[in-house]
């Protein structure tokens, strides 16, 4: 018999997942912080960096049609996430997955559905390609086999000491 993903999970599980919005913003620093300090492996941008963000570059992250972010709740709690930004190439509709996180006991599906909801976004405004990075650190071979399973693939050529880079066509 399998054991239960979510038997270590909160018992009483209020999941919400929704695009942020710039009055969301103070949630966003709290779990993006979080992401940073915990995770920083994952993560282009470092905690010190992040910590020099103003108020209002924090509310500009979830601002604009060329880029958006999901966050996940548990009640009124951020608990993870995930996003993407436009990326201009060759006129091509093509975005990056960017800053996803989901805090440890959360963990064991809520990637995926975070990922579902990022792509079904990219796909409401049209996109035709994701791409996505991510770093050769043992922590991130589970966020590696999930981008997998979802139908990442890897693009050649991957420099050892760059991160893996994966895309999807999306149809």
Do not use: H
Request: charged share 35%; glycine share 6%.
């Amino acid at each position: 018999m399998s054991e239960d993903p979510f038997q270590n999970k909160p018992k009483q599980l209020k999941l919400k997942i929704e695009v942020a919005r710039p009055e969301d913003w103070q949630d966003y620093k709290k779990i993006r912080l979080e992401a940073l300090e915990k995770n920083s492996e994952a993560f282009r941008r470092t905690l010190a960096e992040a910590l020099q963000n103003t108020d209002q570059k924090w509310k500009d992250a979830l601002s604009g049609d060329k880029v958006f972010m999901f966050l996940a709740r548990n009640d009124l709690e951020p608990i993870g996430l995930a996003g993407a930004k436009k990326v201009v190439e060759q006129g091509e509709n093509i975005w990056r997955v960017i800053s996803v996180y989901v805090r440890k006991e959360f963990r064991g599906g809520l990637g995926r559905r975070l990922m579902e909801n990022v792509l079904a976004e990219i796909r409401r405004r049209g996109g035709s390609k994701v791409v996505l990075g991510v770093r050769k650190a043992d922590s991130q071979i589970p966020a590696y086999t999930l981008y997998k399973k979802i139908g990442f693939i890897e693009v050649p050529p991957v420099p050892p000491e760059e991160p893996y880079e994966m895309e999807l066509i999306l149809k």
